[in-house]
């Protein structure tokens, strides 16, 4: 099996093991989960650091974050943009995968507004470059 098809188990699993029927299809940064923002499988420790520790680099469901394909995109720009924001993300995604179920309300409340911070982080990147082009 290559690893797009163990990635793509493991994502299955996650979504199974963290969304109940009943519950509402958001990623673990805190967008909709849909057709256009389909989930995707973050490591949450990166790649080349598994590599560097001689781990394997597969998927694996302690490892993995349920994301948007949007929510990867915006997380992929603060690992540049804001590395400590970017590493609050990881910290909170380990958080959510140790628990082991759908978050619970306080978790949401920080998903929330470590989304707020990156939002504003996103923008002033985006306004700083159209004023650098001006």
């Known amino acids: 099996m290559n690893k ?8 299955s699993e996650l979504l199974e093991e963290f969304y109940p029927k009943d519950a509402k299809k958001i990623d673990w940064m805190g967008s909709p989960l849909t057709n256009k923002n389909r989930p995707t499988y973050h490591h949450i420790e990166e790649v080349h650091e598994l590599r560097t520790h001689k781990k394997d680099t ?3 469901r302690e490892n993995g974050a349920i994301l948007g394909v949007k929510s990867h995109r915006k997380l992929n720009i603060l690992q540049t943009a804001d590395p400590d924001l970017y590493e609050c993300w990881n910290y909170l995604f380990k958080v959510i995968n140790g628990m082991g179920v759908y978050p619970i309300d ?3 409340k920080m998903v929330y507004s470590l989304k707020e911070k990156t939002e504003d982080t996103i923008y002033q990147k985006k306004l700083s470059r159209k004023e650098n082009n001006c």
């Open 4 to 11: 797009n098809e163990i990635t793509k188990i493991v994502l």
């Open 58 to 60: 597969s998927a694996t």
């Open 106 to 108: 306080d978790v949401w």
